[in-house]
């Protein structure tokens, strides 16, 4: 089997800041596997937070040579196994003639409610872009500092209607936390996404959590679990963390019988990235795949979304 790899940049359609930083684009690898005429297609986002680029990632793509079967052996969770590990149950799709839900034998994906992120910026600001986007039945909300009472304030002015859930992105201490806990209530906040470090959260063990609290850069594979009992209540399953779809749909069936809720995320990228989450996000609680909403351009063949959520992908697209 071939294996070709490649970088394309696609344009946000405004700033995105999350605690960490701001990107005016995104920056992905798209993988092509092919035998016989046949090919399959995969997109990962190289993360820095976890100590991933685009040379790194693509070199481990590069040096992979064995089968599907050795793959999670192979390549460590993240973004290289996830994108060769998707590729390649494209490609397994083609090749039967079916879809990859059927091969997983799982019932047809149906659309589900995405929330809408709106990034982190002035109160004004995040005012503004609640208003616009309070159509949306979810919203979710970048947060990070030690002044996020006026965002949450503001945004809750501008769509008093959405639900609400927010992401710290690691940018709280347990004290933040606890101040602003009753304030995420009042405001009808119904999640919080790993308010604290990944190496510094044992403290949510011992605070209250009024509100369910979701581990994000807590959580990567099944091998995350054990750690996060007794510390979050839910945790966030993204297919560039997991090491494809064949892990991410193992961690989620763990998860929920280890007593967690599940969410669903993404990083930004495109559509070819968000399709196999949509299997995944069948029956969670919590959706977050709206980054293709994100873009100011996309694949050719793009996800739909209208009011129903987001739908699975077409046949063109991946799957």
Not at 40 to 49: S, T, W
Not at 102 to 127: I, R
Not at 137 to 153: Q, V, Y
Not at 292 to 302: F, G, Q, S
Request: proline share 6%.
């Amino acid at each position: 089997m071939q294996i070709e790899v490649s970088r394309d940049v696609f344009q946000l359609a405004q700033v995105f800041t999350i605690s960490r930083g701001s990107r005016t684009a995104a920056q992905v690898l798209t993988v092509h596997v092919s035998q016989d005429g046949v090919s399959g297609y995969g997109e990962c986002v190289p993360y820095a937070r976890y100590g991933e680029t685009l040379e790194s990632v693509t070199d481990q793509i590069d040096g992979f040579s064995g089968r599907w079967a050795d793959l999670a052996d192979a390549l460590p969770a993240g973004a290289a196994r996830n994108a060769l590990d998707c590729a390649l149950w494209d490609y397994a799709a083609k090749v039967a003639g079916r879809r990859v839900w059927d091969l997983l034998h799982l019932p047809a994906p149906k659309p589900v409610v995405t929330a809408y992120t709106l990034s982190l910026d002035t109160p004004a600001v995040m005012e503004a872009q609640a208003a616009k986007n309070a159509f949306r039945p979810l919203l979710k909300i970048k947060l990070g500092t030690g002044d996020d009472m006026a965002r949450l304030e503001a945004v809750r002015r501008g769509a008093p209607d959405a639900r609400i859930i927010v992401d710290a992105n690691e940018g709280w201490t347990a004290e933040i936390y606890t101040d602003l806990a009753p304030h995420l209530l009042r405001l009808g906040v119904q999640m919080v996404e790993q308010p604290l470090p990944a190496d510094a959260d044992d403290m949510l063990a011992e605070i209250a959590r009024p509100l369910p609290v979701c581990a994000d850069e807590s959580c990567h594979d099944r091998a995350s679990l054990p750690a996060l009992k007794g510390k979050y209540d839910m945790v966030n399953i993204k297919l560039d963390k997991t090491g494809g779809l064949t892990e991410a749909l193992a961690l989620k069936e763990q998860a929920l019988a280890d007593g967690f809720g599940v969410m669903v995320g993404c990083m930004v990228g495109s559509s070819l990235a968000m399709a196999p989450a949509t299997i995944l996000a069948q029956g969670v609680a919590f959706t977050d795949l709206d980054a293709p909403l994100l873009l100011a351009e996309d694949r050719k063949t793009p996800l739909h979304y209208d009011d129903a959520g987001v739908h699975p992908p077409d046949a063109a697209l991946w799957g």
